[in-house]
């Protein structure tokens, strides 16, 4: 079976998670919602300084010119930062994906993307199936190196899977502890599907679980650690967002200590508590 992720405790700064296509994403990256312009751009350099070296943006988030400021100034080869960004949902269809596709370079100021994603499968449209298939061609002309979906659940991707011949590389979705998509994970490493989670610390919420805070005492780690962790060591691609440099760098700092498997199941059990934060797939 397809390992898409990381499972064991050796997972360092470095980890790349395998994708379907060949490529490589790290597990650890840096996410850029509700961020204005200056201040992706300002994080984003924070970031990449840290260590990150994968940035989660898109269309709608209004920032891709900050963050391909930011990456391009930062020094760092194009090829050492995996960069992401999604199309939104008025952009379905063939030909708007293909002109959405051209303005995302031209705001991020960049040649190509790593990942492109398809940001939510708006199924009232009918459209995500001819969508992905226009980013099929993006893939071939090698301007995006890979591409995705989010927020698709299990019917969303057989009907995808069965028309396109291909399973996406990556499918992003909520996924925090009190929502932590069990089902849906099984089912992409059925299909070779890479599982990233999307608020992951739960905007914050999870931060104060008590069992969470139970084992960042035991551990000696702050509540986002042991999150963040946990994630990796579930073998979820994880992107945090904060803007506080003391926080983007709190986040990075998962690499030297590990949780028990029984410390994992402990968290993974918490899901329902507070469910899901965000809009449901089928509806949004
Ligand atoms: P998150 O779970 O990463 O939480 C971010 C919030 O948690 C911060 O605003 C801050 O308040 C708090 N926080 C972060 N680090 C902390 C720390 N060390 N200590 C204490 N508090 C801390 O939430 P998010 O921003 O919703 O999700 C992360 C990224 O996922 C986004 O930036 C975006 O890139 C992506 N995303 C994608 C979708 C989608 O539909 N595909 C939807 C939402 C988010």
């Not at 303005?103 to 499968?121: E, F, K, T």
């Not at 932590?180 to 610390?201: K, N, V």
């Given at each position: 079976m397809f390992n898409g992720g990381v499972t064991d405790s050796a997972i360092t700064a470095n980890t790349l998670v395998q994708l379907n296509d060949g490529n490589a994403l790290p597990a650890l990256g840096f996410g850029v919602w509700q961020m204005p312009d200056d201040q992706a751009a300002d994080s984003v350099a924070e970031a990449l300084a840290v260590g990150y070296r994968s940035i989660d943006t898109a269309r709608i988030y209004d920032n891709e010119a900050g963050v391909g400021r930011a990456i391009r100034e930062s020094g760092i080869a194009r090829s050492d930062v995996f960069v992401t960004t999604k199309l939104w949902n008025d952009d379905q269809g063939r030909d708007r994906t293909?002109?959405?596709?051209?303005?995302?370079?031209?705001?991020?100021?960049?040649?190509?993307?790593?990942?492109?994603?398809?940001?939510?499968?708006?199924?009232?449209?009918?459209?995500?199936?001819?969508?992905?298939?226009?980013?099929?061609?993006?893939?071939?002309?090698?301007?995006?190196?890979?591409?995705?979906?989010?927020?698709?659940?299990?019917?969303?991707?057989?009907?995808?899977?069965?028309?396109?011949?291909?399973?996406?590389?990556?499918?992003?979705?909520?996924?925090?502890?009190?929502?932590?998509?069990?089902?849906?994970?099984?089912?992409?490493?059925?299909?070779?599907?890479?599982?990233?989670?999307?608020?992951?610390?739960?905007?914050?919420?999870?931060?104060?679980?008590?069992?969470?805070?139970?084992?960042?005492?035991?551990?000696?780690?702050t509540p986002a650690q042991v999150v963040l962790r946990w994630h990796l060591q579930l073998g979820n691609i994880v992107i945090p967002k904060s803007a506080t440099p003391a926080r983007i760098a709190e986040n990075f700092a998962v690499f030297d200590f590990a949780l028990t498997p029984a410390q994992v199941a402990e968290i993974t059990a918490l899901d329902g508590g507070g469910g899901r934060i965000g809009p449901h797939p089928e509806r949004f």
């Open positions: 293909l002109r959405a596709f051209d303005d995302s370079l031209v705001r991020l100021g960049l040649d190509y993307v790593d990942l492109y994603l398809i940001h939510w499968p708006k199924p009232g449209l009918g459209l995500y199936i001819e969508t992905y298939e226009a980013m099929m061609e993006l893939r071939d002309s090698g301007r995006a190196r890979s591409i995705g979906v989010s927020n698709f659940t299990q019917e969303h991707l057989l009907r995808l899977v069965k028309a396109t011949g291909e399973a996406p590389a990556v499918n992003q979705v909520e996924l925090h502890p009190s929502f932590s998509q069990a089902a849906l994970r099984a089912f992409h490493a059925e299909h070779a599907i890479a599982t990233e989670s999307w608020s992951p610390l739960g905007q914050g919420e999870s931060l104060t679980d008590p069992t969470v805070t139970r084992i960042a005492r035991e551990v000696g780690r």
